[in-house]
T-cell receptor
Framework: GAVVSQHPSRVICKSGTSVKIECRSLDFQATTMFWYRQFPKQSLMLMAT?????????EQGVEKDKFLINHASLTLSTLTVTSAHPEDSSFYIC?????????????FGAGSRLTVL | GQQVMQIPQYQHVQEGEDFTTYCNSS?????IQWYKQRPGGHPVFLIQ?????EVKKQKRLTFQFGEAKKNSSLHITATQTTDVGTYFCAVHATGTASKLTFGTGTRLQVTL
């Protein structure tokens, strides 16, 4: 149980275009999903908390107009990187909260590696 | 904000040697989690520690929560090449039971 599917796994786009990344909880409902960003050999940085049916909560320093998050259903959250630039190139990982043995843990998607040319 | 530091940043061992990574928080924690991320992969949950001084084992992995609940360690006995990856501790952000703040991570390389 607790499988999170994320796609695309890799995307290359031109500077100035927008890219949408999807995150789906396959066998459970996720009222809350989290979007992280990871640069090479660095830790995961939380970008925003995606709440089903309401606006996402963004972490300090994350531009909400650039990283659009939509959580329209209990199983799907999307992250759109608008007007992407080379500095947006990164590994984006979504996660959903689940329970394992009573522990409040995160199940991660496989991640999406974005390269902006 | 909450800071979670891990040391070392990187360690290279030969197969069969032991390995330990340490996680230190600037604040007292309610619990701590550990995740493993293989190269090119995504983080996978390993374990959660809740009680002061708690020790848990998973085969060759031993996890410990400090008495003051501000630090934790992960020890791997007799490393294998399959242990390669980055190990992260993670803590819930102050005032929330859902947002996880990840430590800086320790990257482990194991060679024959």
């Amino acid at each position: 149980g607790a499988v999170v599917s994320q796609h695309p796994s890799r995307v290359i786009c031109k500077s100035g275009t927008s890219v949408k990344i999807e995150c789906r909880s396959l066998d459970f409902q996720a009222t809350t999903m989290f979007w992280y960003r990871q640069f090479p050999k660095q830790s995961l940085m939380l970008m925003a908390t995606s709440n089903e049916g309401s606006k996402a909560t963004y972490e300090q320093g994350v531009e909400k107009d650039k990283f659009l998050i939509n959580h329209a259903s209990l199983t799907l959250s999307t992250l759109t990187v608008t007007s992407a630039h080379p500095e947006d190139s990164s590994f984006y990982i979504c996660s959903a909260r689940g329970s394992r043995g009573g522990a409040n843990v995160l199940t991660f998607g496989a991640g999406s590696r974005l390269t902006v040319l | 904000g909450q800071q979670v530091m891990q040391i070392p940043q990187y360690q290279h061992v030969q197969e069969g040697e032991d390995f330990t990574t340490y996680c230190n928080s600037s604040t007292t924690l309610s619990n701590i989690q550990w995740y493993k991320q293989r190269p090119g992969g995504h983080p996978v949950f390993l374990i959660q520690l809740v009680k002061s001084g708690e020790v848990k084992k998973q085969k060759r992995l031993t996890f410990q929560f400090g008495e003051a609940k501000k630090n934790s360690s992960l020890h791997i006995t007799a490393t294998q090449t399959t242990d390669v990856g980055t190990y992260f501790c993670a803590v819930h952000a102050t005032g929330t039971a859902s947002k996880l703040t990840f430590g800086t991570g320790t990257r482990l390389q194991v060679t024959l």
